[in-house]
């Protein structure tokens, strides 16, 4: 079906794949009204990266507040918008930017079904405060009516042998076998140096975040826009699972990086991190990096000795 898919720059409804070069405002002003099921994106958080211009903080309110005023527009009425969001950082002290942003989702009316905390274990190492290890996807729908579908993006029960043990359904499994609910807190591993996925790009998506707010917020053929497309994340993410995706980028070298992840999507050959996949734990893997050495350094004293060739004298 996507063998020979055209990646086009303009919007356009009967298009599968957008990848705007530019502005996103520009890009959002040619969507029509409610024509896409779902609104995903990690905005710059103007802390300085080299794609941003570090702003006063009411100066990027005003702007991210113009391109979620779009996204509303063009949001269908059974859709939902997921920002994705870290702290913005002042003088060593941080303001997380979804308590800032969600006065602005709540006044266009907009509804919070979940603030997702996204937990990872890998990133700055703080010396002033405790090290961030989470940040938030606040998701907003328009309506009461949003689709939501869980049962593509159950994961493994607990404890799925457990059964009810009274009552008319005693002796039956209690659980759902599709699964449970993945609930609020999602621990994905970030896209750091090791991770499978790592470009050059400074804070990509991994992709199995986004696939999980695809599979459940939006159905086949729907559009998933994502305004701050960096490197083509939630389009990926929205050609895997047969959905049209479109996205804006403003700098080039990520726009190109977009288009080789699309092609390498669409051929079966980019290399992902499967969703579901369980975290790496270094002591069920046998890591021998996981013991301290100087736990052991009593006991190791007489050998130490010995290697370091310490003459003795008998006088
Ligand atoms: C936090 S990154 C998004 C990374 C993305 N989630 C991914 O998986 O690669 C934000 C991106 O927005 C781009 N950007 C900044 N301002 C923009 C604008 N006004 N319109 C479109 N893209 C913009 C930046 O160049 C940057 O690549």
Known sequence: MF??????KKFSPAERVVVYPGDCLALLKGVPDGALQLIVTSPPYNIGKEYEKKLNLNKYLEQQAAVISECVRALSDKGSICWQVGNYVYGGAIVPLDTVLYPIFNDLGLKMRNRIIWHFEHGLHCSRRFSGRYETIIWFTKTKNYVFNLDPV???????????????????????????????????????????????????????????????????????????????????????????????ETVQKYVSLTHDRIKQEIAGTLKTRPMNKPVYDPEKAGNSLRIAPWKNQEKSNQPRLLEKHVRFSAK
């Open 154 to 248: 159950r994961i493994p029960q607990k404890y799925p042998g457990k059964k009810y043990f009274k009552g008319p359904k005693a002796g039956q499994y209690s659980c759902n076998p599709l699964g449970k609910n993945p609930g609020d807190l999602w621990v994905i591993p970030n896209v750091k140096s090791n991770h499978v996925e790592k470009t050059i790009h400074p804070c990509q998506f991994p992709v199995e975040l986004i696939e999980r707010l695809v599979l459940s917020l939006s159905n086949e053929d729907d559009w998933v826009l994502d305004p701050f497309l960096g490197t083509g994340t939630s389009v990926i993410a929205a050609i895997r699972h047969n959905r049209r995706g479109a996205g804006a």
């Open 3 to 8: 063998q020979d898919i055209n990646i086009s």
